[in-house]
Structure formats: C-alpha cells, structure tokens
C-alpha cells in the first residue's frame, strides 16, 4: 500500500475525479493498490509511456496544471 498523501493532494484528487469519472475516495483506494499512478511530472509520464498520440494501454490520463499526471492503466 503507497502513501497517497506525499503523492497527491485531496484537491487535485476532486479535480481530476470527473475525467475518470471515480470518486476521489475510490481513485485513493486505487492509488493505494498500484491501479492509478501518480507522476510529479510530464517527464516520469513520458519516460514511462513515451510520447504517442494515443496510449492504447491506459484507460485515460490526465495532465494537471502544476506538471502532475495521473494516469489508470487498463
């Protein structure tokens, strides 16, 4: 189980709850099981996935504007 609260803030959780269409209690919850990642920026993101137009192997991301992305991978 990872510490969600040096990863991501409860406010960035409710900002991005819409684009995953999850409540921030159940995108804590998956954070926490390693099924949602939190980068600190655009740059882990890529390192990781590279840079495509789409990402077949997530089920959506999301780019907040400090640099953090989120990401559920299906």
């Given at each position: 189980?990872?510490?969600v609260?040096?990863?991501?803030?409860?406010?960035?959780l409710?900002?991005?709850?819409?684009?995953?269409?999850?409540?921030?209690?159940?995108?804590?919850?998956l954070?926490e099981?390693?099924?949602?990642?939190?980068?600190?920026?655009?740059?882990?993101f890529?390192?990781?996935y590279?840079?495509k137009?789409?990402?077949?192997?997530?089920?959506d991301?999301?780019e907040?504007?400090?640099?953090k992305?989120?990401?559920?991978?299906?």
């Open positions: 189980m990872k510490d609260a040096n990863a991501i803030h409860i406010g960035e409710i900002a991005v709850s819409r684009v995953f269409q999850l409540n921030p209690y159940k995108m804590i919850t954070i099981n390693g099924l949602m990642e939190v980068f600190e920026s655009k740059e882990g890529l390192n990781k590279g840079k137009e789409t990402y077949e192997e997530l089920e991301w999301c907040l504007n400090n640099g992305v989120i990401t559920k991978p299906k």
